[in-house]
């Protein structure tokens, strides 16, 4: 199972079809508050739709708590579109930590100074980054296929 870490998302239409994604590809779903909602928005349960309650979701109040849970901090890659490695150089592994940052800004230095794997998705210089729930489907459709391959 891939784990899959929002840290303070701000758009419920994005965490519940990051949800969605959780649920299809069997990976569990974590969030670090604060939300930019409430987790019983009308936009969230519909862009989850009738899959929440097949979620596996734990919140936590903060990125310290969340840390306790990490059994191995060397398993956690923090996605940012200014990294310099690629996330289809990584050898991703099951149980692997997948870390994205709110919409409007991403990560913040202090959580990326909390660990040392920043990976990117490679993209044009048109854009600036995806979509959050693209770049989840993009790094855990990468890792379950690397998974897979093992």
Known sequence: MLNVVLVEPEIPNNTGNIG???VGTESKLHLIHPFGFVINDANLKRSGLDYWVH??????QNVEEWMTQIPDKSRVFLM?????????ENDFQDGDWLVFGKESRGLSQEV???FDNHLTIPMSNL???????NSVAF???EAKRQIALK
């Open 55 to 60: 979620l596996d979701v734990k919140e936590y």
């Open 112 to 114: 990326l100074d909390l």
């Open 20 to 22: 969605r994604l959780c």
């Open 127 to 133: 854009i600036r980054s995806f979509n959050i729930a």
């Open 80 to 88: 940012s579109s200014h990294a310099t490695n690629s996330i289809y």
């Open 139 to 141: 790094v855990v459709g």
